[in-house]
Structure formats: structure tokens, C-alpha cells
């Protein structure tokens, strides 16, 4: 009978744990595990874990937490606790089911990741201005029709995506952010571009392909001395308007001058050489180096 129960000391007998309770003992176990590793190591790991909100335990952690990825889940909101990852450095939730921002995610004041991608924002929180330390923000693949002007207040920001949306422009307020060296904004329906962008003496990529796009300001050709790549794909914009505004002559001379420099170093460009930022269409321009 001793698959039934076991003997006591007392030389009764006592039933064993049900298949079920050992299960849940297992589980409970394994919660205190990851817990426990949690707090030891400050990362969340949540990728893939098919979860409809961030775990209790997660946020009674917050604050050794510098790490959290909850990519590819099923997450619809987040909550104020949120503001209790006091030392977050890198916040993934990219591919959930998200719609809005908390107002608390503003007091991330430690953050420099960023990656909110692949959900169903409408807006960015105006308190996202207040993430000074932000270095990178990936918002691509969402709902946006317009970014919040605090945006310019990023100054640490080097990196902004936020392609595959629907802008129809971009803030004046983002040629404040003096770090930015990559914008990413290509299928939107941006019409025009914000002539403070000419202040960005650091940006060297402005991904604009597939908007509606008429022509490119002079300012940015003039001042915007680090531009390598703008990539104008699937616009109204062509070679003949490029051609009659001021400074863009300059540009493409500079292009050819880091081009020939390249050459010079033995840099291998492949088969093509310098690709001189044409379609040679009316409808589609590449200006790349």
C-alpha cells in the first residue's frame, strides 16, 4: 500500500500529494525561481511568454530592474506601477497589443532604450519628453498621426524610427535634438520637412521613402554638415527639383568627395561605386553614399 500513502514516525499513515497539487507546487516553485532571478540579475525576461499584462511580481522588483523585454505578447495596457522601474535602462515591448502610454512612463528618468513597435499607438504621451537620458526610441509600425512637440527635448536621442505610421510631418520641435544622427520615417505621409531640421549638424541617415514629399528645404543641404544617406523613394520629389534648390549642388559634391576618399583608402564599395542617389525617374529618388 505504500504507493498510497507513507508512514509517519508515529506509524500512521498519511496520503500522498495529488498529481495536481504536485503541479502547482511546481509552478509556485518556478514563479519564486524566476523571482528570485529577477531580482538578482535585474533583467525581465517576458519574451514570447503569451502574457496579457506585466506580471505583479515584476513590478515588486522595480526597482533592481534595468532590463525588461516583454516582446511579442499579448499586452493591451500598462499601468502607473510602471513608474516603479526607478533604474530601467531598457524598456522592449515591442508587438503587443498596446493603444496608449501611461503618463508615468515619464518618470523613467533612467531609460536609453525604448522599443514600442509593432502596437496600436494612436500618440506618444507628452511626458515622454521628460526621458532625458533616452538615447534610442524605435515607435515604428504603430498608429501615430502626429508626435508630441515635447519630443525635442530628447537631447541624449541619436536614433528616432518611427516609419510605418501615419505622420503627416514632423515636429519643428526635433531640430532641438542636437544628438539625433538617424531618423527613420519612411512610409508615413509626411508632406513636408520642418526647417529646423537644418539644425541637426549631427545627422548622418533621414530615411523619408514612401511619403508625399514635394521637395527637400535648403537649409538641409547647406547645414546639416554630417548627412550621408537620404533616401527620397516612392515621392513627388525628382531630379529636377533637387537640382534647382540651392545647396543641393554642394551636397551631392560633398558626397562625391567622401566617395572618392573611400576609394582612395581601399575602401571596397561593390560593383555599382558611388550610388548617386537617383532612380532617374520622375517618381522615385535615392541620395546615398
Known amino acids: 500500500m505504500g504507493c498510497c500513502g507513507s508512514k509517519s514516525d508515529a506509524g500512521g499513515y498519511h496520503p500522498t500529494p495529488s498529481a495536481a497539487q504536485a503541479q502547482t507546487n511546481n509552478l509556485s516553485r518556478n514563479k519564486q525561481q524566476r523571482y528570485d532571478s529577477w531580482s538578482r540579475t535585474g533583467i525581465v525576461s517576458l519574451r514570447d511568454a503569451h502574457v496579457k499584462e506585466l506580471p505583479k511580481a515584476a513590478f515588486e522588483v522595480g526597482a533592481t530592474v534595468r532590463i525588461l523585454d516583454a516582446t511579442n505578447n499579448l499586452i493591451t495596457f500598462l499601468p502607473p506601477a510602471l513608474s516603479s522601474f526607478s533604474k530601467i535602462q531598457r524598456l522592449v515591448l515591442a508587438n503587443n497589443h498596446l493603444s496608449a502610454l501611461p503618463v508615468e512612463l515619464g518618470r523613467l528618468w533612467t531609460l536609453k532604450f525604448l522599443n514600442i513597435e509593432g ?61 539625433l544622427d538617424t531618423i527613420d520615417a519612411q512610409h508615413n505621409a509626411i508632406q513636408e520637412l520642418p526647417l ?20 527637400v528645404p535648403s537649409e538641409i543641404f547647406l547645414h546639416c554638415s554630417s548627412l550621408q544617406t537620404l533616401l527620397l523613394h516612392s515621392n513627388p520629389v525628382n531630379e529636377e527639383i533637387l537640382l534647382a534648390v540651392n545647396g543641393y549642388s554642394n551636397f551631392r559634391s560633398r558626397l562625391r568627395a ?32
Open 119 to 179: 502596437n496600436r499607438l494612436t500618440a506618444l504621451p507628452e511626458e515622454i519628453g521628460q526621458l532625458t537620458k533616452l538615447e534610442k526610441l524605435s515607435a515604428g509600425r504603430n498608429q501615430l498621426s502626429v508626435l508630441p512637440h515635447t519630443i525635442g527635448e530628447l537631447s541624449a536621442l541619436t536614433l528616432l524610427d518611427v516609419s510605418h505610421n501615419l505622420l503627416k510631418g514632423l515636429p519643428p520641435s526635433l531640430g532641438q535634438c542636437a544628438s
Open 196 to 215: 529646423e531640421l537644418a539644425s541637426l549638424t549631427r545627422l548622418k541617415e533621414l530615411n523619408l521613402d514612401s511619403n508625399n514629399i514635394n521637395t
Open 258 to 289: 567622401k566617395h572618392d576618399k573611400r576609394i582612395d583608402g581601399g575602401v571596397l564599395l561593390g560593383a555599382r561605386g558611388l550610388d548617386d542617389g537617383l532612380d532617374h525617374d520622375t517618381t522615385r529618388t535615392r541620395i546615398v553614399v
